[in-house]
């Protein structure tokens, strides 16, 4: 009977060691096939590049981001009669890019450093076409000050004479004018005439009266 439960209990340990073992075995099999598997592909985003409508030169920089974490950098190049870039954006990797492309991710650009207008997901099972482009914003005016206009008003000096005079004011204002003196009559004037006449009537009458009396004068004789 001592020798049966002997038995027994060598061939628990030993089937519990085994157990053990295999376990063990099979932890390190799994560490080593993930330290052994190959990274997760990148994302390729590739596309044409537009900068205020024009093509920016050739070797400008392109960067792709996923978060505030920079996953790719390329640059531009003439292709056709348009400029192109591809890029390559890293996928999650925890020991290497730890904040880099999961799928869905949103993946932002930028042109020379400039944030492009487009962004798009992160996926890695097809090539991602997404055509970039960045439009300067519009300066904004500075405000103008006015300038206050000089107003011109008119000095009023005599009849029918105005003198334009500036002055902050915008009414006129009126001067008393300056009199005429009389005129003088020089008898070619209609009164003058009138008078003449008068006179010459008057003494053609009395030459006339004179005439007369001495004719009756001498036929009295």
Do not use: H
């Not at 390190?28 to 993930?34: G, R």
């Not at 592909?41 to 920016?56: H, I």
């Not at 190049?77 to 290497?96: C, F, I, K």
């Not at 405000?143 to 008119?154: E, G, I, Y």
Request: aromatic share 6%.
């Amino acid at each position: 009977m001592t020798k049966i439960m002997k038995w027994l209990g060598g061939s628990v340990a030993g089937v519990i060691g085994g157990v053990a073992l295999l376990g063990a075995s099979g932890t390190f099999n799994a560490t080593d096939a993930a330290a052994e598997s190959p990274p997760a592909p990148p994302a390729r985003f590739v596309g044409t590049v537009l900068v205020d409508g024009q093509q920016p030169a050739a070797g400008t920089v392109i960067e792709a981001r996923v978060g505030g974490t920079s996953c790719g950098v390329s640059s531009t190049y003439s292709q056709g009669s348009a400029m192109w870039y591809s890029v390559d954006v890293a996928a999650l990797d925890p020991g290497a890019n730890p904040n880099c492309g999961a799928d869905g991710a949103t993946v932002t650009f930028y042109i020379g450093g400039k944030m492009a207008a487009e962004s798009a997901a992160w996926r890695n099972y097809d090539i991602n076409i997404v055509n970039l482009t960045y439009t300067s914003p519009t300066p904004t005016p500075e405000p103008t000050t006015a300038v206050p206009t000089t107003a011109t008003s008119t000095v009023t000096t005599g009849p029918g004479t105005a003198t334009p005079t500036t002055g902050g004011g915008g009414g006129s204002t009126s001067v008393p004018s300056t009199p005429k003196p009389p005129s003088t009559g020089t008898g070619s004037q209609g009164g003058d005439t009138s008078a003449v006449w008068l006179f010459a009537l008057l003494g053609a009458g009395a030459l006339a009266f004179g005439a007369g009396g001495a004719a009756v004068a001498r036929r009295s004789k």
